[in-house]
């Protein structure tokens, strides 16, 4: 039997210096499309949760107004940005509603406390508006319903509706969110 010997220095071994380029290249190409992911995912989410808060206090307030606008007493002022209720509970006073277009908010004031419930607030604006009157079509051409202007005794229904919007940092684009309704006063 004859042993050959064999040189392990010629063929074998590591890679050439344009493959080690090619590959760090491939590398850099697929991490920077991870990160480019990673940042539109981060955004995407930061801009969801934004929109999320952002419509749940919009709700909230809609939910409170429409509340104390049906459990109230009767209206005591109102003007396009500011509503003046007397309700039931209120101890120490009336319950207002103010927008202040300053400072861009919406605030509640009960029983001496004033609470922020909305910030970011664009437009806002209270109507009174009386029943429809018996024997009168209760529609326009269009088919809308239409009620007919009230003043502050002779209001049976109080609509309200604002437009707010919230930027989110480093991006374009705003979270707006949009209410409006029509509550009927229930006590009177």
């Known amino acids: 039997m004859e042993f050959k010997r064999i040189n392990h220095n010629r063929g074998c071994g590591g890679f050439t210096l344009v493959e080690m380029m090619v590959a760090v290249a491939v590398g850099c190409l697929l991490l920077a499309a991870l990160a480019t992911l990673y940042v539109f995912s981060m955004r995407s989410f930061a801009a969801m949760a934004n929109y999320s808060d952002l419509n749940n206090k919009s709700r909230y307030a809609s939910d409170l107004i429409s509340r104390d606008i049906r459990s109230c007493l009767k209206v005591v002022n109102a003007t396009a940005t500011q509503l003046v209720l007397n309700e039931p ?100």
């Not at 003043?151 to 930027?167: P, Y």
């Open 89 to 188: 509970d209120d101890t120490t006073g009336n319950t207002t509603y103010n927008f202040d277009e300053v400072a861009a908010t919406l605030s509640r004031t009960k029983n001496g406390e004033t609470k922020v419930l909305l910030n970011g607030v664009e437009s806002l604006s209270f109507a009174l508006y009386q029943r429809p009157f018996v024997n009168v079509t209760p529609y326009d051409t269009a088919g809308n319903e239409k009620f007919p202007p009230a003043t502050i005794s002779s209001a049976k229904l109080i609509a309200f509706q604002w437009s707010c919007s919230r930027r989110l940092v480093g991006s374009l684009n705003n979270s707006e969110s949009l209410e409006a309704a029509m509550v009927e006063l229930r006590n009177q």
